[in-house]
């Protein structure tokens, strides 16, 4: 398949106005969920390395999201060769709707999403399911993180550091592991995990379409308010690939950013978790603020009110924070960098600590 790419590519894209139900298809183990969103570069080899899983039993569901490109006619193309394939084409609402579509339509017993300019290792679903999970449960997978060369920057690839760790007995009992999760940067993503269906019908789950940053934390964080037991799994079967170019991947309003990571914490304390948690999303909240103030201009008004932002932050942080989650060098520099930066309520002073300081 991916030696047609090139012919794929080159065929009339099919386009439709609006979302048309297609017939209802066999019920499977497994709904793999693919938003797709002009990435006709890479979804062949995405959607091939899905198709060449050594557990079978899945459907995959392809949502072109209004694609410009071929991309729209690669997913037909596919679908015309796998019956596992579901296609459906609608207008372009982000990657939230896409992914709430598939959530509609998706008929296995457990959700997995794909994104489509990544790629998967042949075991991906086979070690999700050989985890044994069931109603009310979350498997995680270890992923690579690919990143290209920029500049004299050569390409790396990342490994993230999840262990392999079971916890069963009740969400008390998920919550250091989510924790430990958290300060390793591997929770909040959808990519690399498997969800149960049950549970996101029983609470009636989806993503938040008038969010297009950490919108996948958010549903992660909600999801996870029910979970009974949690499986992780060092072994990487996940390719992200890092496009620097993506509309994900690109410039984030920093006003938005902070009114997300607010609405986060928000979030997490209203599920229910712990000191520790909410205390690792005020810390990430300040850090990504320090970083969006390091960028702004000294006079500017944006410069200002993130500067706000993180005297508002410091009252979240100092509330949650104990000694014992000051584990590594991080949570230490963290913490004395935001105690030094709010030990007056001066706007002024966090700027001068972080922007003339070049903390």
């Known amino acids: 398949m991916i030696g047609e790419t090139k012919a794929v590519q080159a065929a009339p894209q ?3 106005a609006e979302y048309k139900p297609q017939s209802i298809a066999p019920s499977r183990l497994i709904s793999v969920i693919t938003p797709v ?4 570069e890479y979804l062949c080899e995405c959607i091939d390395s899905i198709l060449k899983q050594r557990m079978t039993d899945f459907e995959l569901l392809l949502i072109d999201d209004g694609s410009k490109d071929s991309s ?9 060769h796998d019956s596992r394939i579901r296609v459906f084409h609608t207008p372009n609402r982000g990657v939230s709707s896409a992914r709430n579509l598939g959530l509609d339509e998706a008929r296995g017993e457990f959700v997995v999403f794909v994104d489509s300019d990544d790629r998967v290792e042949p075991d991906h679903l086979l070690q999700f399911i050989q ?3 069931g109603e009310d449960g979350i498997a995680f997978t270890n992923l690579i993180e690919e990143r290209p060369a920029r500049g004299e920057r050569k390409p790396h690839n990342r490994i993230y550091p999840i262990p392999d760790y079971y916890a069963a007995g009740g969400r008390r009992a998920c919550m250091p592991v989510i924790a430990q999760l958290l300060r390793t940067h591997s929770f909040g993503w959808t990519c690399n995990k498997m969800f149960s269906r049950a549970t996101i019908e029983r ?5 938040d379409r008038n969010i297009r940053y950490a919108e996948d934390e958010i549903f992660t964080a909600q999801y996870c308010a029910h979970i009974t037991h949690i499986v992780c799994n060092s072994h990487p079967t996940y390719y992200y690939r890092y496009v620097p170019t993506s509309l994900l991947r690109g410039r984030i309003d920093p006003m938005m950013l902070m009114r997300v990571r607010l609405y986060i914490n928000e979030q997490y304390k209203a599920l229910g978790y712990c000191d520790e948690i909410l205390y690792l999303t005020a810390r990430t909240q300040f850090s990504r603020l320090r970083r969006e103030l390091r960028h702004a201009s000294w006079n500017a008004e944006l410069a200002n009110e993130l500067a706000q932002g993180i005297l508002d932050n410091w009252q979240l942080y100092r509330k949650h924070v104990r000694a014992e989650f000051r584990r590594g060098f991080y949570d230490i520099k963290a913490f004395w960098l935001a105690r030094l930066c709010c030990i007056p309520d001066s706007r002024f002073w966090v700027k001068l600590v972080i922007k003339g300081l070049h903390l």
Do not use: T
């Open 14 to 16: 099919k386009r439709v």
């Open 37 to 40: 969103y002009n990435v006709e």
């Open 72 to 80: 729209g006619a690669i997913c037909d193309y596919f679908a015309a």
């Open 131 to 133: 985890s044994g999970i």
């Open 203 to 207: 609470y009636k789950l989806r993503f």
